[in-house]
Each structure stands twice: as C-alpha cells, then as structure tokens.
C-alpha cells in the first residue's frame, strides 16, 4: 500500500539532488522511498550524524561561499567506456 505526504526541504538543494538522482536513474520518490528502507532496516538513520569538527565546520563555511574546490553534478556524469 502507498501513501502520500508533504515535506518541506530546501528548494535549491532539492532541485541539485533531483538532477544527481536523474542522472542515477532514479525519482526523488524513488530515493525517499530506498532511504525510508534503510531507516527500517537499520533501525535508525541510515548514516552517521554527529556535530562536525572544526575542519568540517571550515570547509562548510568555504562551500557556503563557493570558496575553494567544488564539485558540481556535471562532474559525476559518467565518461563514456573507450
């Protein structure tokens, strides 16, 4: 059985991951869905949450100003097989 419900998320982080997840072949309810999963399945969240160090903190504030190297979703695209 399905549901529906309605989540609030940041608008520019949502269209970024919507274009990740296309690229992977996948929905956004696609990707909700297999992290829900993962919730159940390890009976928690599925990654590690902590509060960030002082080096994570510094390279948080630098990708908040595009300072310093970055990565882009183009740059995950896939190079064709020679």
């Given amino acids: 059985m399905k549901t529906q419900t309605t989540i609030r998320i940041d608008r520019d982080n ?3 991951a919507k274009e990740i997840l296309k690229y992977l072949g ?3 309810s696609q ?3 297999i992290f829900n999963s993962m919730v159940v399945s390890k009976k928690g969240i599925p990654f590690e949450v902590k509060i ?3 080096v ?3 390279a948080m ?3 908040d100003k595009l300072h310093g190297e970055f990565v882009t979703p183009n740059d995950f695209r ?3 097989v020679s």
């Fill in 56 to 58: 994570t903190l510094q």
């Fill in 14 to 16: 949502y269209a970024q």
């Fill in 31 to 33: 990707a909700i869905n």
């Fill in 61 to 63: 504030k630098e990708a």
């Fill in 52 to 54: 960030p160090n002082e």
């Fill in 26 to 28: 996948l929905s956004y």
């Fill in 78 to 80: 896939r190079q064709p």
